[in-house]
């Protein structure tokens, strides 16, 4: 009895060591910092009641102005939230060797399609960039941007079966699901070269996939963001983010894919025969290898990750963008006249085709696209960790290895002192001479750096296409369940409504 109550009393004096050093970290430096609570750190509510830009959004307004950085807990993690744009520009470009990695979460061994370029770490982040860099060139996009274009075709003529369905409910249409279906088919063909008919089939097995990943996740919010803010203790405990299912599907169709193109010797121009020419010929010896070895080229669980990225990133983000996009050209008739306008212009220049040469004609529409992404950034923040000590530029304070830097970039975005009425959707924002005049790190819908988006220019390319697709052939308006404004999900990491969005279409 007395052994028990001496280790219980052991158990309790830990915990609460560990407590004070965890939660009183920021405030025995001097950092402002918002209280935190035992567990959640200053997580409290998130996945119910709050989402991430809500929890960054008390803690960016209550400090902002007043340091450079807030300090904050994220469940365990020591994290430093970001507040001046300058020390922003220092982290992610000038100062980046000390901030190279994101700190998420990777788990090759047990969750192989974790190890992609967005969470890989170090060496072998540099060797993976170094590797895909090549895919990602403005000639490759150009090349791709044929296939897209066939997908679009496909996309107007989903559309008009979406209103012959739809007539008696007054032309209503869930636009985001059918901006998935695109951005499904976009990314089956370039990155799988698969058509994966998900335009004609809301079913198909890709699309059920991604909605198996984005609606129906693995775990709670809550689960969600224990891992990919404690990445290494979540490792160590052996955690998956992805269902077993979905890592088999994709496992299976990659390998599937690359032994038919050895077999046939078939070429597309897409991400596949990228891969195929990064693959390991001798597959055992580049298993038995550390990591990604340049020398030995990628194990087919390496080409699997990668395509699985593109896959993910892609399509949520740019059919995400779309969707928030005919939103707003909904609500606001006079700037979708406009960018129609353009669209038309351009179009009957040549053949009447979208081409990626006119697409890069179609000023507007780029900026209509920028205001999208400034007003609905599909990411609440940026997040990287302190690959060693880091004195902070002009202050006595230090961030320490192994704590995390956050760039609150949903809160930039929409700070009345950068963008003055941040809620009105206005592209005229993103004039050259308007936009030249703002902090270059107060739009970071991509990043910046040599760790941004290394796919900025597909996901744009296949946004312009369908959105140029869609307005050329129909007109959005408000319909009877259109939210204004939108219902936001908490539930979900990256930016998504609760009830979907509903628009009226009309056939021109």
């Not at 224990?226 to 169709?253: C, H, Q, S, W, Y």
Request: net charge neutral; aromatic share 10%; with cysteine.
């Amino acid at each position: 009895m007395l052994f028990a109550l001496l280790l219980l009393g052991v158990v309790l004096a830990l915990a609460f060591s560990f407590y004070l050093n965890t939660y009183t970290y920021w405030s025995r430096r001097g950092v402002p910092r918002e209280n935190p609570l035992p567990v959640v750190g200053n997580m409290r509510g998130i996945g119910t009641k709050y989402h991430f830009r809500d929890v960054n959004k008390r803690i960016y307004d209550q400090f902002k102005g007043k340091a450079s950085f807030a300090g904050m807990h994220v469940f365990f993690k020591n994290t430093a939230m970001i507040l001046d744009l300058d020390l922003i520009k220092q982290v992610l470009i000038k100062d980046f060797q000390y901030f190279q990695d994101r700190g998420v979460f990777n788990n090759p061994k047990d969750d192989p399609l974790t190890g992609h370029l967005f969470s890989l770490e170090g060496e072998e982040w540099k060797s993976m960039r170094k590797m895909l860099s090549p895919v990602f060139t403005s000639g490759k996009i150009k090349q791709m941007s044929e296939i897209i274009v066939k997908v679009g075709h496909t996309l107007v003529e989903a559309m008009d079966k979406e209103l012959k369905t739809a007539s008696l409910d007054d032309g209503e249409v869930e636009i985001k699901d059918l901006c998935a279906r695109y951005t499904t088919d976009v990314i089956g063909s370039c990155a799988f070269g698969l058509e994966c008919f998900s335009l004609i089939d809301p079913n198909s097995e890709f699309r059920n996939k991604g909605r198996m990943i984005f609606e129906k996740p693995r775990h709670h919010q809550l689960v969600q963001a224990f891992i990919f803010t404690n990445a290494k203790l979540a490792r160590k405990l052996g955690m998956k983010v992805l269902p077993d299912e979905v890592t088999e599907f994709f496992m299976a169709t990659v390998k599937n894919t690359v032994d038919y193109r050895l077999k046939t010797n078939v070429k597309r121009n897409d991400f596949v025969d990228q891969l195929i020419e990064l693959r390991a010929k001798d597959q055992e010896a580049a298993k038995k290898g550390k990591g990604i070895d340049l020398s030995y080229g990628l194990t087919l669980e390496q080409m699997a990750a990668q395509a699985f990225v593109f896959f993910i990133a892609g399509f949520e983000t740019s059919s995400s963008t779309m969707s928030f996009c005919l939103y707003e050209l909904a609500l606001q008739q006079d700037i979708q006249d406009r960018v129609r306008e353009e669209i038309n212009r351009v179009l009957s220049k040549g053949d009447g085709e979208i081409s990626y040469d006119a697409l890069a004609e179609m000023t507007y529409l780029e900026q209509v696209i920028a205001e999208t992404l400034r007003k609905h950034p599909i990411l609440p923040h940026l997040v990287r960790e302190t690959n060693r000590n880091y004195k902070v530029p002009d202050t006595e304070f230090v961030i320490e290895k192994g704590n995390n830097i956050l760039i609150p970039v949903h809160n930039i975005h929409h700070d009345p002192e950068v963008y003055p009425q941040p809620d009105i959707f206005d592209p005229s924002r993103f004039n050259p001479e308007v936009a030249n005049s703002r902090h270059p790190m107060a739009y970071l819908p991509f990043g910046d750096g040599p760790r941004n988006c290394i796919g900025l220019r597909f996901g744009k390319i296949q946004s312009k296409i369908g959105l140029a697709a869609l307005l050329h052939s129909f007109k959005f308006s408000p319909s009877k369940q259109t939210e204004i404004p939108l219902v936001l999900s908490n539930k979900t990491f990256t930016l998504s409504t609760k009830n979907g969005i509903h628009l009226k279409v009309e056939r021109i």
